[in-house]
């Protein structure tokens, strides 16, 4: 079904940030997430934040149900999106500084037959 093809996405992209493996993970974004992080620099960000300063290796994570949206907007400049599933991801990390958990919003959106990854910035 489109929600679980939805949520596979959404777990591809989370199983690639948990292997560090952050080319893989870009590649899952939405154009428009494209747009607003360059490659490489998400790359090297996401490394150094997560890796660098919080100590950690790796974190398992946690998706909700999905849940169907319509007319989504990804921010003030970006058109309705109209085939959109939400759910939240919970990112568990064990670092230095203790034991935490990210909480985030996560859209999957249909793009050019693909599921893809964005995130919410309303």
Excluded at 42 to 50: C, E, L, M, N
Excluded at 61 to 85: A, G, H, Q, R
Aim: glycine share 4%; charged share 20%; proline share 3%.
């Amino acid at each position: 079904s489109p929600k679980q093809q939805a949520k596979k996405a959404v777990s591809a992209f989370y199983s690639y940030e948990q292997q560090a493996d952050f080319s893989n993970s870009w590649s899952l974004f939405h154009s428009t997430m494209q747009e607003r992080f360059d490659k490489g620099t998400y790359i090297q960000d996401r490394a150094h934040v997560f890796m660098g300063h919080f100590g950690v290796e790796t974190f398992i994570f946690d998706i909700s149900k999905p849940t169907k949206v319509n007319n989504w907007i990804l921010d003030d400049e970006s058109p309705p999106l109209d085939l959109v599933y939400s759910m939240m991801v919970v990112q568990t990390y064990k670092g230095k500084y203790g034991n935490f958990n990210i909480v985030q919003q996560v859209i999957a959106v249909k793009e050019d037959g693909q599921w893809k990854v964005a995130w919410d910035y309303n």
